[in-house]
């Protein structure tokens, strides 16, 4: 033998597509999972991953990166209806807030035309719930041969980067990340060993992000002209993550507007009482900024002064000039999709699209400025669509230049993209291999794989030092 070792990488979702995240690695007889999400623009089984096309049962743990839906939501169905025995693992924040989210998840999922199609429920979501590990960043834990460690990723509270090691093997697995500072997280540092293979997002592929404070302005001037003119605004957002970092914004601008104090803004969200106490318990595990607000007004930043929270739309009052957070962020069902219909043929109203939007989802299609939108309730039905559409995008993801930088910066030789539609993931990939073309052939080349769902990609590392 050459002492060549196969490094097995297969994506079950997430492979050229955004939504369903979930990629198996297999090496030196041992297999981890990475993430176990749904796709947004599917329901019931179609928005799984592809898990019968890979014996689950030899998963030796699995690691959940975050606690959005698309890595996280059909982690339930693999621990409760699958023959997945291994041990899961995620980080407190993420395990918290997973819990309400997922609850929230199951209560829309087994309402009205979806019914039929609800993967698990709530008892399958407690039952599993025990069964979840957590672990602190930066602390290393050994399961049986396989070593991991989370970093901070940005992205959400509780998003980890997760750094594992194999038989002298490391790889790094970034989940969704971000490096920009915002008013609530840290950014993704940079893992002090420096790992054989990358995966990371291609979300943006090789686009560039407008500069945070001209973003925050175009976003505080869109709202308060649209007021002024006797508008509506709704800001369909993901339950929990973009959404913390909205309030923040909209709750300071509300304090410096004396002529906006009649104007209501709402946070539409079954979850949000339950969440702010999170938010409120991880405050350590946010930046300087927050903690330091935190500890010299004495009071908790998120618990806002201008903003309402609301459960649903009994008691909403839709009258006059207001603003909305409502989730679901890409306008599936639920009230964001629920106060679209109702406010799409007015003119005067804007819906401000803040979130990367999934192929296949109301919220992509929006984008296009169609005349018509589909009713929900019933979807032979359409209504017109006049309301102003703008996209302001607040999505915690690198752009270009972020992660292009951070792959320099965490040195790999061999990069793997995942989490990305197909012609921004390519682009990327053609950009990275430019910008690493003149390493070509020597034993400095840098190389990219950009694998689809399923498909098996299999790396040869030689002469790896098993570290004692
Ligand atoms: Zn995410």
Redesign the pocket.
Known sequence: ANGAESFRFMNLGGGNEVGRSCHIIQYKGKTIMLDAGVHPAHSGIAALPFYDEFDLSTVDILLIS?F?L??AASLPYVMQHTNFKGRVFMTHPTKAIYRWLLSDFVKVTSIGASASSALYTDDDLSESFDKIETVDYHSTIEVDGIRFTAYHAG??LG?AMFLVEIGGLKFLFTG?YSREENRHLNPAEVPPTKPDVLITESTFGTATHEPRLEKEVRLTNLIHSTLIKGGRVLLPVFAL?TAQELLLILDEYWSQHQDLDGVNVYYASSLAKKCLAVFQTYINMMNDNIRKQFRDQNSNPFQFKHIKNIKNLDKFDDFGPCVVVASPGMLQNGVSRELLERWAPDSRNSVIMTGYSVEGTLAKNLLTEPDQIPSFQNPDNSIPRRINIEEISFAAHVDYEQNSKFIELVDPKTIILVHGESNPMGRLKSALLSKYSKFKGTDQEVKVYNPRNCDELDLKFKGLKIAK
């Open positions: 975050h959005h698309d890595h992205h959400v998003a969704d993550g």
